[in-house]
């Protein structure tokens, strides 16, 4: 075992200390961030696959669910891994995944091999740094500012996505897609060396507590001794039996189809469809990205504050209505209206994040890193399903507008279902 050194008392150093939990949640910004760099490339790279290959909208958008959906469908597993194995062996595992199967790509012939590499590779490997590990790391890190920081990280796997679209798509422009995919290789495997030096795994293996603790905190469930897959399993038959559980699965399938499924995936192709440039397109969702932040960090104050499920209504019923309009703003160049969209857009993008972590904290206690993970599942099933889906409606009907009208319309349906979810029998709010 690795010998620790706690962290230094304020006087004994020149400087304030900065209390461990802050170095933890950089750390696991930054791989989020490397991570999110591959997320970014399938939006840019639809058309040249479709132009060099002659493969169709729908057989690329195929290769994109597959990895949005293991992006869901591992992250419970890795949430228990989590627990077994340590966060910084499973993270460092996962960047080198995602670095793997992004340079791989550069070898590919055949449709398979972009399934191989785009969805399973780094569908692991992002789903390994999903946000059930922001889940899991303001849980073990902080009892105070736990809606901030969850808010903080999860920007950083949005933000870091969509702001990376310029930059691979002027290389997609100016050199083609295999640099752009050798690019985020490297950016991931990049990532590897911080979390290996700094990312620590508890509080006590530096000899410190959590953020905002009064004293040293047990864990609220034992390390368990079985497996990882019987943990998570064990946790999603437990949170199954609650209809809590099932309103939260069907709000983040529904968020994760009017995100990534649909505008992280579609929205470049789709401008692209209307005249507009793909690097222009790439910049509007960059500048998502950029109002993605605030939202997300004011979202993670605001669940601190205010009751997460009132939060959640809000942000779905005006999601849907800024979708609904979309297919009246698109054009060959950029203007107010669209700028208006992409702000307001951006703003509350990942918003849902910080209170359905929160409320899977409230109703299931130690295991709500697993539970949100098995949540999570449920959002890039709904993504990965209406990725595929968009990109044949744009096969058959020429145009994405049922795809956009058809997301606000499920938006709507996300608000009444969050209103409907119970408070929690110990509803505790972290200290602000």
Do not use: K
């Amino acid at each position: 075992m690795t010998q620790t050194v706690p962290d230094r008392p304020l006087h004994a150093g020149r400087f304030p200390r900065i209390h461990r939990a802050w170095w933890v949640a950089l750390v696991a910004f930054v791989a989020l961030v490397g991570a999110a760099a591959f997320r970014a490339t399938p939006s840019v790279m639809i058309e040249p696959f479709h132009d060099e290959f002659g493969w169709s909208h729908g057989t690329i958008s195929f290769a994109i669910s597959v990895n949005i959906m293991l992006y869901g469908l591992t992250s419970p597993f890795a949430a228990a891994l989590m627990e077994r194995f340590g966060i910084r062996r499973v993270v460092a595992g996962a960047l080198a995944l995602v670095s793997a199967g992004s340079g791989l790509t550069v070898f590919m012939s055949a449709s398979w091999q972009l399934v191989l590499c785009w969805g399973l590779l780094v569908g692991l490997g992002t789903g390994s740094m999903a946000l059930a590990f922001v889940a899991t790391v303001t849980d073990r890190w902080f009892v105070a500012r736990r809606g901030l920081v969850s808010g903080i990280l999860t920007a950083g796997t949005a933000t870091g996505q969509l702001v990376f679209l310029p930059l691979l798509a002027v290389v997609v422009e100016d050199h083609g897609w295999r640099p752009a995919s050798l690019t985020v290789s490297c950016v991931a495997m990049a990532a590897v060396p911080l979390v290996v030096l700094l990312l620590r795994d508890r509080p006590e293996d530096v000899g410190t507590t959590a953020y905002g603790a009064a004293g040293p905190l047990a864990p609220a469930d034992p390390v368990p001794a079985t497996g990882a897959a019987r943990r998570a399993t064990t946790a999603l038959t437990s949170a199954a039996r609650s209809g809590t559980f099932w309103l939260l699965a069907g709000t983040f399938a529904i968020c994760g189809a009017s995100t990534n499924g649909l505008v992280g995936t579609h929205f470049v192709p789709a401008a692209h469809d209307h005249g507009m440039p793909v690097t222009t397109a790439a910049g509007l969702l960059a500048v998502v990205g950029i109002f993605d932040l605030v939202g997300t960090v004011a979202s993670g104050w605001l669940t601190d504050r205010f009751d997460p499920r009132l939060l959640l209504g809000v942000y779905y019923a005006l999601r849907g209505l800024s979708l609904m309009v979309l297919p009246l703003l698109l054009a060959d160049q950029v203007h107010p209206p669209m700028l208006f969209f992409i702000v307001f857009y951006g703003l509350d993008w990942v918003a849902t994040v910080p209170p359905t972590i929160a409320l899977c904290r409230e109703h299931f206690g130690g295991s709500g890193p697993i539970v949100f993970g098995w949540v999570l599942a449920s959002h890039q099933i709904g993504a990965a399903m209406v990725a595929f889906g968009a990109g044949l409606t744009r096969d058959h009907l020429g145009s994405y507008d049922l795809a956009w009208i058809g997301a606000g319309a499920l938006c709507a349906m996300a608000a009444a279902m969050s209103l409907a979810i119970r408070r929690g029998p110990a509803a505790v709010r972290s200290p602000g």
